[in-house]
């Protein structure tokens, strides 16, 4: 495990910083983060293996598998459960469900990875990682964290969406609007100067203010 973990005064890591590192046993063997290094990253945390909630949630990861893959996404999954755990969760998703999971599940006995990424929240899962989602981008930096209460699965389409917005934000240097899909309409920076924004209007955008314009890509 290296020790190079960047996170914040509050144990937490921060957002557009190198992700922190890690090596860790999983269900496809050793991983770390270098392991991923040119493609996306979700990895996601769950509080307990063999648990109705999280099976869910694994399973829609799994359906969702190949839309990651087509924007060079890969997934990886993690409880504080063993690795013996997680085989025969897996194994008993295959057998009640019907439901192959391609991707690795992280050991975390120890609690190293869970403490780097901050997915211990004492008051919610004083023993177990709370359900929390990072987004890390193909050189490394954690780019989105979402966190959901021990009671509420997450919605997985969200995230196939917020890779894709952030990769599109990245190619096209734009931000994307509430609730943005492929197809729709983005964002263009807001002008710098008095100059700029006075300019904004004739600039060929679909225009609401200086402030606000659109434009398709």
């Known amino acids: 495990m290296s020790n190079d973990i960047q996170t914040n005064t509050f144990g937490m890591p921060q957002l557009n910083a190198p992700a922190p590192d890690f090596e860790a046993r999983t269900t496809h063997g050793v991983r770390k983060l270098s392991d991923y290094a040119g493609k996306w990253l979700v990895l996601f945390s769950h509080p307990a293996d063999f648990t109705p909630v999280c099976t869910t ?85 954690l780019r989105a964290m979402v966190y959901y209460p021990m009671t509420n699965g997450r919605s997985i389409p969200e995230f196939v969406r917020l890779v894709t917005a952030l990769q599109t934000s990245d190619a096209n240097h734009v931000a994307t609007p509430e609730g943005w899909q492929p197809g729709d309409k983005v964002i263009v920076p807001p002008p710098q100067t008095v100059e700029a924004a006075e300019a904004r209007k004739g600039e060929g955008y679909e225009y609401v203010d200086w402030y606000f314009s659109k434009k398709a890509l």
């Open 57 to 141: 949630e694994f399973m829609a990861f799994a359906k969702a598998y190949p839309e990651f893959q087509k924007l060079n996404c890969e997934l990886l999954g993690l409880s504080i459960d063993s690795y013996y755990a997680h085989v025969a969760w897996v194994r008993n998703i295959k057998e009640k469900f019907g439901v192959d999971i391609p991707f690795p599940i992280i050991e975390d006995l120890k609690m190293d990875v869970a403490r780097a990424y901050g997915m211990i929240h004492p008051g919610a899962a004083d023993t177990s990682a709370v359900r929390a989602t990072f987004v890390i981008d193909d050189k490394g930096i």
